[in-house]
């Protein structure tokens, strides 16, 4: 268990990416009236903000 837990923690920036900051963006994007650019869905541009996101702060080690 503790192995497990060791591995999840390990990738947790990108969950916290793609499983928080890509709805809070498609969400923010929907209450604002903004389209998303290029022609894609909200969710889909917010999945590439919070995965780049996400895959930042697993490189760096920090969000900011």
């Known amino acids: 268990m503790q ?6 923690f390990a990738i947790m ?3 916290f990416g793609f ?3 890509a709805p809070l963006v498609a969400q923010v994007m929907a209450v604002a ?6 022609g894609l869905e909200r ?6 903000v ?3 996101w996400g895959l930042y702060a697993q490189i760096r ?3 900011l």
């Open 33 to 38: 009236g903004w389209d998303a650019p290029f």
């Open 50 to 52: 919070g995965g780049a």
């Open 13 to 15: 920036p990108l969950i």
């Open 61 to 63: 080690g920090r969000w």
């Open 19 to 21: 499983g928080f900051v």
């Open 43 to 48: 969710i889909v541009f917010g999945l590439i």
């Open 3 to 8: 192995a497990a837990l060791t591995r999840l």
